[in-house]
T-cell receptor, first 112, second 114 residues
Framework: DTGVSQDPRHKITKRGQNVTFRCDPISEHNRLYWYRQTLGQGPEFLTYFQNEAQLEKSRLLSDRFSAERPKGSFSTLEIQRTEQGDSAMYLC??????????FGSGTRLTVV | DQQVKQNSPSLSVQEGRISILNCDYTNSMFDYFLWYKKYPAEGPTFLISISSIKDKNEDGRFTVFLNKSAKHLSLHIVPSQPGDSAVYFCAASARGGSQGNLIFGKGTKLSVKP
């Protein structure tokens, strides 16, 4: 296991289309997080799973966003009816029961 | 309202000298602080952390200092190396860092010149 894996690395989509990103965490990590990073900003928290339960959601996660983590393994983040303001780097991170986030390399979304 | 502030967008230092990156926070409930390093097109990489019960934590060339009364922390890199050139993010957590979200600053871009 080489770390947190995110797919795709880059996604260009037209405004109004739906997109889905996948994150595969480190296998023994039961906690999984999604963050978004825009230019000139630090990562901003979107949502958090412990196993398959979604325990926390940010106000940034509008109704167009949905995240799932079936069976407590990989996670998907879907954005419906994309807008130009959704263009950002979407980062996934996982952690074990003790402290220590490991981030993936992110998915860069460009909405045109 | 930014709870974690990194007021210097960039810092340039000479190789071999000390790099000092600063971070201020406003939320007194924060009890765990972390520094991450980020290269372009990669995710942030954990560097070092400190709990609010300590005022210093050291790991090799990296030392983090915490001043709770001033709500200020700093990352010292000694000696700085060209490979340290990256964006450094300060992050904080209010629940011991073991669960829940981290609040990040906007980052400081460090350039270490040979």
């Amino acid at each position: 296991d080489t770390g947190v894996s995110q797919d795709p690395r880059h996604k260009i989509t037209k405004r109004g289309q739906n997109v889905t990103f996948r994150c595969d965490p480190i296998s023994e990590h039961n906690r999984l997080y999604w963050y978004r990073q825009t230019l000139g900003q630090g990562p901003e928290f979107l949502t958090y799973f412990q196993n398959e339960a979604q325990l926390e959601k940010s106000r940034l996660l509008s109704d167009r966003f949905s995240a799932e983590r079936p069976k407590g393994s990989f996670s998907t983040l879907e954005i419906q009816r994309t807008e130009q303001g959704d263009s950002a780097m979407y980062l996934c991170a996982s952690s074990p029961k003790v402290r220590g986030y490991t981030f993936g390399s992110g998915t860069r979304l460009t909405v045109v | 309202d930014q709870q974690v502030k990194q007021n210097s967008p960039s810092l340039s230092v000479q190789e071999g000298r000390i790099s000092i990156l600063n971070c201020d926070y406003t939320n007194s409930m924060f009890d765990y602080f972390l520094w991450y390093k980020k290269y372009p097109a990669e995710g942030p990489t954990f560097l070092i952390s400190i709990s609010s019960i300590k005022d210093k934590n050291e790991d090799g060339r990296f030392t983090v200092f915490l001043n709770k009364s001033a709500k200020h922390l700093s990352l010292h890199i000694v000696p700085s190396q060209p490979g340290d050139s990256a964006v450094y993010f300060c992050a904080a957590s209010a629940r011991g860092g073991s669960q829940g979200n981290l609040i990040f600053g906007k980052g400081t871009k460090l350039s270490v010149k040979p």
